[in-house]
């Protein structure tokens, strides 16, 4: 059965009937999406696919990293330990959206009401230093559903979690909820951090390894210990091999924890990893051509350098196109577009795809050939 039978069939009668009412109506399978302009002029920023929801808290945690306690609102349908969701808040005027990890647990969402998301303010960054100030006394903002497949594997499997900075953030909620829920699976983090002022959550995380003795927590001081390399690994979680290693950080650490753990023998099936960032373009460098881009609907045609390469998005925006964009690093899917033809390659899961149509995000898709797009 194709995917498109299976999302037809998924559709229940009453549903069908909506649509129906909603399209002879207003030209929009739901009523609200006709409604939204009218509704944003009582409530600015409302929108029909994401959550009004209220921040409560913005509560510090270092100089440079803090949290906003935020209570959803009831049409949010809550999230899985390690998921990341979109929050959009005005500012002046315009719609400011960025993409942040929640950093508390499922468990803590069911009993209070409030999600939490720990986000480290960039330096020269024009949105993540503003919703620490615009949301110092509350306010309100819209959360997407939470999206990601950045979860604890299913089954028993025991994990190795290897963080650095703010990529801290989806195993904070992991390990919280194991320790929630019960789960009893074997957990190991280690926690990549500048120095001793940088180690987020130390208290709360020692706390969960002293009352769990299936849970551990290992801080590495970088400014002592240095950057992860094979001798930590295999002195600190000798047994590494038999785990699934998860990997969340900043691009630089992610490759090097990759390339040292392949080399050390995990297969890439054991290996998980989320950027904090931008992936990187990384092309067989046996096998890069220069590649020919045609976007059809904007009339241009571009020259993709395989000595330089940048995403399709780049490609199109260098040559004067505006295709829809948001997050830029594979989260948001707001630049999905067709390819009608030739292969790219998706930086974000460094898989290769075919040749002929299919949906890609052109944020994180690389031309390997000569493409084909619907733009």
């Known amino acids: ?37 009218l509704i944003q002029v009582v409530l ?12 409560i808290q913005v509560r510090p945690e270092t100089n440079d990293v803090y949290t906003l306690v935020i209570r959803p609102g009831k049409r949010w ?3 899985k330990a390690g998921q990341h969701l979109q929050i959009t808040a005005e500012q002046n005027g315009s719609l400011q959206t960025r993409f942040f990890s929640v950093s508390s647990a499922p468990a803590y969402f069911k009993k209070t009401g409030l999600i939490e998301m720990s986000i480290r303010v960039q330096e020269g960054g024009r949105v993540t230093p503003w919703l620490r100030d615009a949301f110092a006394a509350g306010g309100i903002c819209n959360l ?7 979860t604890l ?36 983090l280690m926690f990549y951090v500048r120095d001793a002022s940088n180690a987020l959550f130390q208290e709360e995380f020692e706390k969960i390894a002293a009352e769990h003795d299936n849970i551990r927590v290992t801080f590495m001081n970088s400014a002592e210990k240095g950057v992860f390399s094979a001798e930590h690994i295999k002195e600190i979680c000798p047994d590494f091999a038999e785990r699934k290693v998860m990997i969340c950080g900043p ?20 290996i998980m990893f989320e950027y904090f960032g931008a992936a990187p373009i990384e092309l067989d ?36 196109l505006k295709p829809l964009a948001g997050c830029r690093v594979g989260v948001c899917h707001q630049c999905k577009c067709t390819k009608k033809s030739g292969v790219v390659l998706n930086t974000l899961t460094g898989q290769y795809s075919d040749t002929g149509r299919e949906d890609i995000q052109l944020c994180v898709s690389v031309p390997v050939n000569d493409v084909v797009l619907d733009v």
Do not use: C
């Open 1 to 37: 059965m194709s995917q498109a039978e299976t999302s037809v069939q998924s559709v229940t009668p009453l549903e069908r009937a909506r649509q129906w009412v909603s399209q002879s109506l207003t030209q929009e399978n739901q009523i609200t999406a006709y409604l939204e302009p």
């Open 44 to 55: 600015p920023g409302w929108t029909t696919d994401a959550v009004r929801s209220k921040v």
């Open 77 to 79: 349908k809550g999230f």
């Open 144 to 150: 997407s559903p939470a999206e990601g497949d950045f």
């Open 153 to 188: 594997p299913e089954g028993n499997q025991p994990v190795l979690m290897i963080a650095g900075g703010s990529g801290i953030t989806p195993f904070r909620s992991m390990l919280s909820q194991m320790a929630a829920s019960g789960d009893k699976r074997d957990a190991h």
């Open 251 to 270: 691009t630089p650490m992610i490759q090097l924890v990759r390339q040292v753990v392949s080399g050390e023998g995990v297969s890439a099936d054991n």
């Open 285 to 320: 460098r046996a096998d890069a051509k220069d590649a020919y881009v045609s976007f059809e609907k904007g009339g241009v045609a571009a020259i993709s350098s395989a000595e330089n390469p940048v995403s399709l998005l780049e490609l199109a925006e260098q040559n004067g």
